[in-house]
């Protein structure tokens, strides 16, 4: 009885921790669950608002070609006046050479500010065209009408259509719009592989457990708990994908929804092919190498110099550049890791927590320090071989930190910007971040 008893209180304890973890799973998959619908509908009324800017953009370049293309018309149409002012008979006036001069200019004006607005004025698009066509959903249709009954009642008289106080450029907005539906469908389907990944969990525990103690029927906890958990049963979330479908083919892809499937499921990682940059890793380490190697010799012998200032200054630049060195060879380290992590299938990105828009293959990710491996060895070897004045002798390694800090902070669209941003923000906020109690 005593060995029934405790099988019986440890069963008790395992349910109620199945019970336990059950429910926290249920709760964070609610509660995500609904982020992601508020996020849905705050997604469909910025596209909403994007393609009403760029359809009254349209109107009012076609307006203005409108006004410019009759300004040409009547050009050449003279006033019945002569150019005294004096009015005239219709069949007495002739134009006189200022009228002719006057004639020839005003296309010639209006041709050159009708081809500065062509270069430096937004120009329409297949897609501008498409947003122009297409048919409003009766949810945005609805709040369109009350918005539009709004504006009216409160200046009907000296409004004509909506002034925006933030300026956003289509192109800006279009480009962060598509970024954020392609994270958020990435977001999706994590939370999506999320509940997959713990239902398969609590299947296989629960096998496990019918077979220590040779249950019957099998499966009991799945059927009575596990499947008529919210996150086994839920659609919405599937609703929410075929969603983010149809709003990315209607407003980027002109309703090419193949197109649109493809592009946000592409963006969950496919790799590519990275031959450019594994020769470019082979060409920067090997000359780095060759400069740092020859360096490290000069260096070697001026330990031996006869000057004791010059040795000793030597042998601090030594140390100064095998820390630098030292932290390139944990940075290569780490992406030989991850290049290992990557042949065996770990999700090494989610671990890290990595920026998904911002991503580097292991190969891409190993240009920073080959390329910093390059500058070392120039350094080394410029700095050893007493090229220059012999005052800048010891201002070499501040000299190369600046470049490294440099490059790392450097916010021109250049050498992979995105990712460097995020580095830098990541550090930065993990610095300065303080855990507050909630």
Not at 102 to 113: C, F, N, Q, S, V
Not at 214 to 227: C, D, G, Q
Not at 313 to 324: F, N, R
Not at 338 to 356: H, L, M
């Amino acid at each position: 009885m005593v060995v029934i008893d405790q099988v019986r209180l440890r069963q008790k304890e395992f349910f109620a921790w199945m019970d336990k973890e059950l429910d926290k799973v249920e709760t964070f998959y609610k509660m995500k669950e609904d982020e992601a619908g508020a996020r849905l509908a705050i997604l469909r009324e910025q596209l909403h608002e994007m393609r009403n800017r760029r359809i009254e953009e349209v109107a009012a370049i076609q307006h203005a070609k409108s006004i410019r293309k009759e300004d040409e018309h009547n050009t050449f149409q003279f006033p019945p006046g002569n150019s005294n002012g004096q009015s005239k008979k219709d069949d007495e006036y002739r134009p006189n050479s200022r009228d002719h001069l006057k004639a020839w200019y005003e296309p010639l004006g209006r041709a050159i500010d009708q081809a500065k607005a062509k270069v430096t004025g937004p120009h329409p698009g297949q897609n501008s065209k498409a947003l122009q066509n297409m048919q409003e959903s009766p949810e945005m249709r609805a709040k369109t009408q009350a918005e539009r009954n709004r504006r009216l009642d409160d200046g009907r008289d000296y409004i004509r259509r909506p002034h925006y106080n933030d300026d956003v450029p289509y192109r800006t907005a279009k480009r962060k719009l598509k970024l954020a539906l392609q994270e958020f469908y990435r977001g999706m389907e994590l939370l999506k592989s999320y509940a997959l990944l713990n239902r398969t969990a609590f299947r296989k525990i629960n096998k496990k457990y019918d077979k220590a103690i040779n249950a019957h029927p099998p499966l009991r906890y799945m059927s009575e708990k596990v499947n008529k958990a919210w996150f086994v049963q839920s659609e919405v979330l599937d609703g929410h994908l075929h969603a983010v479908e149809d709003l990315y083919a209607r407003y980027f892809e002109r309703g090419n929804h193949k197109i649109a499937t493809g592009k946000l499921r592409s963006s969950l990682g496919k790799s590519a092919d990275q031959s450019a940059s594994a020769f470019r890793n082979g060409i920067l380490i090997g000359t780095g190498a060759v400069f740092t190697i020859q360096g490290v010799i000069y260096g070697a012998d001026l330990l031996h110099h006869p000057d004791p200032t010059i040795r000793l200054q030597t042998s601090y630049l030594l140390q100064i550049y095998a820390g630098y060195f030292l932290a390139l060879y944990l940075f290569s380290w780490f992406c030989l890791d991850c290049s290992i992590w990557t042949r065996n299938k770990i999700n090494y990105q989610f671990v890290f927590e990595f920026d998904p828009r911002s991503h580097l293959d292991w190969r891409e990710l190993a240009e920073f320090p080959s390329f910093l491996i390059l500058v070392l060895g120039l350094f080394v070897w410029l700095n050893f071989t007493s090229y220059g004045s012999s005052a800048m002798y010891i201002y070499y390694p501040v000299i190369l930190i600046f470049v490294t800090v440099v490059l790392i902070f450097l916010p021109a669209p250049i050498l992979f910007h995105r990712s460097r941003r995020w580095f830098v923000y990541s550090h930065v906020s993990s610095i300065f971040y303080i855990n507050l109690p909630n």
